[in-house]
């Protein structure tokens, strides 16, 4: 998610005074760089430093379910003027991908941007792939793949069925990863015109299904 992690876990946290005088200009300096989120691992031992970071906007996260209860994640949203989309915590996390095909049988696939955290520049990804996205508190498989479309393509959908799933282990935060394939029609047929969004997506086309494959 773009974000800064803090492990003072390994490398022992500072004493309050020096937290309260760098942590200021840090966080102004990430949010002008462009970093997203900046989070930090907290031992129990200092957990007096919460209520410092509390005063500079940071939250509770979770309790990684491998801290056996010794320590907390905080958490900081950096970007105002972007959505907060760093994920709460949970044993897993659903997400959902859009199969759309337009009537001439192209499929609408996207490529996202990769970051390079040593030069802090991101590229176009190489590999195309299906818009997508995790699923929201209390949403449905049909509102998301929906949403997870409309928000990376500009291209308005309807849900039509459930395709295939996949069940993977170890991944953010230790978590497992339910996701799923959605059948998706272009509202009104045709090939609609692409708004994709800058920010998520470099690229966004209708592609026939061998040159995908």
Same mark, same amino acid.
């Given at each position: 998610?773009?974000?800064?992690?803090? @492990?003072?876990?390994?490398?022992g946290?500072?004493?309050?005074?020096?937290?309260?005088?760098?942590?200021?200009?840090?966080l102004?300096?990430?949010?002008a760089?462009g970093?997203?989120?900046c989070m930090?691992k907290?031992?129990?031992?200092n957990?007096?430093l919460?209520?410092?970071?509390?005063q500079?906007? &940071?939250?509770?996260?979770?309790?990684?379910?491998?801290?056996d209860g010794?320590h907390v994640?905080?958490?900081?949203?950096?970007q105002?003027?972007?959505? @907060? /989309?760093? #994920?709460p915590?949970a044993?897993?996390q659903?997400g959902?991908?859009?199969?759309?095909?337009s009537d001439?049988? /192209?499929l609408?696939?996207?490529?996202?941007?990769?970051d390079?955290?040593?030069?802090?520049?991101?590229?176009?990804?190489?590999?195309?792939k299906?818009?997508?996205?995790?699923? @929201?508190?209390g949403?449905? &498989?049909g509102?998301?793949?929906?949403?997870?479309?409309l928000?990376e393509?500009?291209?308005?959908?309807?849900?039509r069925?459930l395709l295939?799933?996949w069940?993977?282990?170890?991944?953010?935060?230790?978590?497992s990863?339910?996701?799923y394939?959605?059948?998706l029609? #272009?509202?009104?047929?045709?090939? #609609?015109?692409i708004?994709? @969004? #800058?920010e998520?997506?470099?690229d966004?086309?209708w592609?026939?299904?061998?040159?995908?494959?």
């Amino acid at each position: 998610y773009r974000g800064v992690l803090l @492990d003072w876990t390994q490398a022992g946290a500072p004493p309050p005074s020096e937290f309260e005088a760098r942590i200021a200009p840090s966080l102004e300096r990430w949010t002008a760089e462009g970093v997203k989120s900046c989070m930090f691992k907290l031992p129990i031992e200092n957990a007096g430093l919460a209520s410092v970071a509390a005063q500079h906007g &940071f939250v509770f996260h979770h309790v990684p379910l491998d801290a056996d209860g010794r320590h907390v994640v905080l958490k900081r949203w950096l970007q105002p003027r972007l959505t @907060d /989309k760093v #994920p709460p915590f949970a044993t897993h996390q659903v997400g959902i991908a859009g199969l759309c095909i337009s009537d001439t049988g /192209k499929l609408l696939v996207v490529r996202e941007w990769r970051d390079d955290a040593e030069s802090g520049t991101r590229s176009p990804s190489a590999q195309w792939k299906l818009p997508g996205g995790l699923l @929201d508190p209390g949403e449905s &498989f049909g509102d998301a793949s929906v949403r997870e479309t409309l928000e990376e393509t500009g291209v308005r959908t309807r849900f039509r069925s459930l395709l295939c799933f996949w069940h993977r282990h170890g991944l953010t935060w230790g978590k497992s990863d339910l996701y799923y394939v959605a059948r998706l029609e #272009p509202e009104g047929g045709g090939e #609609p015109e692409i708004n994709l @969004d #800058p920010e998520e997506i470099s690229d966004c086309r209708w592609m026939s299904v061998s040159e995908f494959l």
